[in-house]
């Protein structure tokens, strides 16, 4: 199986398509209607028959700004390409089709930002926007990320780790867990607004940690990617990156991160607890009710013919780092 | 054959084949998005329950507009609901999958969103391969009876399609009131039988 993904992912640079050209071929699509005429007889969820009650504006892009940050140790895994990063996104405050968050979150305001550490702490604070870029030297992280739904993707993160925010607090000894918010504006969200779009979840989206996973080296508080911020799409201005387990634990856009004595209630265990629990370790041998996760789809170049299903590691391949954390658990139990 | 029969003919041939063409080319060529293999399954799944639900208006429409030249048409929408069909589980084989033939069987078991929407193809596989003048002469009256199980396969394929969605069930709900109406059209067929 190593062989075959090997062959399909060790691309020369050249036969990646730039991002550009990328995003104007999808234009261009587009606007000869290719896009929407599949829509007519055959509606993909990507382009859902709903959407045409929705129009497709084509708004001015959010400026994302260099960062400065220190280079990351390369992985042995070739990136996914950041046209896809940023263009394959599950963000339902902005719809729930993955082609939804860039047509809809362009607009998002990040600036100004308040995102407050509080709690059970002996110095809570809160950061604005600038605060979030310059507080802490940034570092570059390229992770692995594991979707829940079974594709996975190799991004350079750009941020800080999680336990530099929280040591700067001084969390007492009741903070057992952390406790994080998105930011809830129906305004700027329409998800939040309309059930409908926002794939009929309780907003604001929540998630949490127990803080040993909390304080893990690995968890970061990342504020860019490809060594720019971060696009609304992918959570601008900040957001957690926890590469071992699934994606949704990830969340996006936070304003609140706050200590607390008791696990929190977490958006997707809300909705559907026998399939997504509150740790979310990435584990093959714990398939999703609805499908395997003992393999994934690595979505990297190449299209319908690229050989890229992989086996899928416990912890997302970070055992050694975390596997310690989860000692005397069950975690078919605790999944 | 009357000329506006052959001209729907025309039409639905072209415009099925076209976009079916049109996708596979798209996503070889990797410009459908981060996932083309995503794409082209949901592509290929809801187009053959798109042609489906067609196939199953024909009749209903038939009646209300009085143009009995739609029911020439009506198998060739049902076969290319069965190629639709046939293309959504060969892609999940060949690029869902990769060709995993162990991992293909154990999913279609596994998953019974899968093993429903498997009961419909097999169901559609049946009546494409009965859907020749010649067998339909020849199977008499057990014709009707056998290919009165699209009503079941159209169901099954609605529930597959409700089962297999993360959160947001919109969609499938539509799809699925869509799918009562049509048989409770029929409603006088079924307390008959």
């Known amino acids: 199986m190593k062989k075959s993904i090997s062959s399909a992912v060790n691309l020369p640079e050249h036969s990646v398509t730039d991002e550009n050209v990328y995003l104007a071929r999808r234009t261009m699509l587009k606007q000869l209607g290719f896009v929407g005429a599949t829509g007519l007889l055959a509606t993909p969820s990507h382009a859902s028959a709903l959407d045409w009650f929705s129009s497709n504006k084509d708004t001015a892009q959010f400026k994302t700004t260099p960062l400065t940050f220190k280079k990351g140790a390369p992985l042995d895994e070739t990136l996914t390409p950041e046209a896809k990063v940023t263009s394959h996104n599950n963000f339902y405050e902005f719809g729930t089709s993955k082609s939804d968050p860039v047509e809809n979150a362009q607009q998002l305001q990040v600036n100004p930002w308040?995102?407050?550490?509080?709690?059970?702490?002996?110095?809570?604070?809160?950061?604005?926007?600038?605060?979030?870029?310059?507080?802490?030297?940034?570092?570059?992280?390229?992770?692995?990320?594991?979707?829940?739904?079974?594709?996975s993707m190799v991004i350079p993160w750009i941020g800080f780790p999680l336990a530099d925010l929280l040591k700067k607090v001084q969390p007492?000894?009741?903070?057992?867990?952390?406790?994080?918010?998105?930011?809830?504006?129906?305004?700027?969200?329409?998800?939040?607004?309309?059930?409908?779009?926002?794939?009929?979840?309780?907003?604001?989206?929540?998630?949490?940690?127990r803080i040993d996973e909390a304080v893990n080296d690995l968890t970061l508080l990342s504020v860019g990617l490809y060594g720019k911020t971060l696009p609304p799409q992918n959570g601008a201005p900040i957001r957690l990156v926890v590469p071992w387990k699934y994606g949704f634990k990830s969340i996006k856009s936070i304003v609140s991160i706050r200590l607390v004595e008791k696990m929190p209630p977490t958006t997707w265990n809300i909705l559907a607890p026998n399939e997504y629990g509150f740790y979310a370790n990435v584990n093959p041998n714990v398939d999703h009710p609805r499908w395997s996760q003992a393999s994934e789809r690595r979505l990297?170049?190449?299209?319908?013919?690229?050989?890229?299903?992989?086996?899928?590691l416990p912890f997302n391949g970070y055992g050694e780092q975390v596997a310690e954390l989860y000692r005397n658990m069950n975690l078919t139990k605790h999944f | 054959m009357r000329r506006d029969t052959l001209t729907l003919k025309v039409l639905i041939h072209a415009i099925s084949l076209t976009l079916l063409i049109n996708v596979y080319y798209m996503a070889?060529?990797?410009?459908?998005?981060?996932?083309?293999v995503e794409y082209v399954l949901h592509f290929t799944g809801i187009g053959a329950l798109n042609l489906l639900i067609l196939s199953l208006a024909v009749t209903p429409l038939t009646k209300y507009i009085k143009k009995p030249f739609l029911m020439q048409n009506r198998r060739l929408i049902g076969l290319y609901a069965?190629?639709?069909?046939?293309?959504?589980?060969?892609?999940?084989?060949?690029?869902?999958?990769?060709?995993?033939?162990?991992?293909?069987?154990?999913e279609i078991i596994e998953r019974p969103?899968?093993?429903?929407?498997?009961?419909?193809?097999?169901?559609?596989?049946?009546?494409?391969?009965?859907s020749w003048s010649v067998v339909k002469?020849?199977?008499?009256?057990?014709?009707?009876?056998?290919?009165?199980?699209?009503?079941?396969?159209?169901?099954?394929?609605g529930i597959h399609f409700y089962w297999s969605v993360k959160a947001s069930v919109t969609e499938p709900v539509i799809y699925g009131v869509i799918i009562t109406i049509l048989l409770f059209l029929r409603k006088r067929k079924f307390l008959n039988s």
């Not at chain 1, 950061?127 to 979707?147: A, G, K, P, V």
């Not at chain 1, 990297?300 to 899928?312: D, Q, S």
């Not at chain 2, 002469?137 to 394929?157: D, E, F, P, S, T």
């Open chain 2, 137 to 157: 002469k020849r199977m008499g009256r057990r014709w009707q009876k056998l290919h009165n199980w699209v009503y079941l396969a159209i169901l099954l394929g």
């Open chain 1, 300 to 312: 990297t170049t190449g299209g319908l013919f690229a050989r890229n299903r992989i086996e899928t």
């Open chain 2, 28 to 36: 070889i060529t990797d410009q459908l998005g981060a996932d083309p």
């Open chain 2, 113 to 130: 969103y899968i093993t429903l929407g498997m009961v419909a193809f097999i169901i559609l596989v049946l009546l494409a391969i009965t």
């Open chain 2, 82 to 106: 069965f190629l639709y069909a046939l293309c959504h589980v060969l892609s999940f084989w060949a690029f869902e999958i990769q060709f995993n033939l162990a991992l293909f069987f154990e």
């Open chain 1, 172 to 209: 007492t000894s009741k903070a057992k867990f952390v406790a994080f918010q998105t930011l809830y504006d129906p305004k700027q969200m329409p998800g939040q607004a309309s059930r409908r779009m926002g794939g009929g979840i309780d907003y604001p989206y929540v998630e949490g940690l």
């Open chain 1, 114 to 151: 308040q995102l407050r550490i509080e709690g059970e702490c002996e110095k809570p604070i809160t950061l604005d926007y600038d605060q979030l870029l310059s507080m802490f030297t940034l570092q570059e992280r390229i992770y692995r990320f594991r979707c829940v739904e079974a594709w």
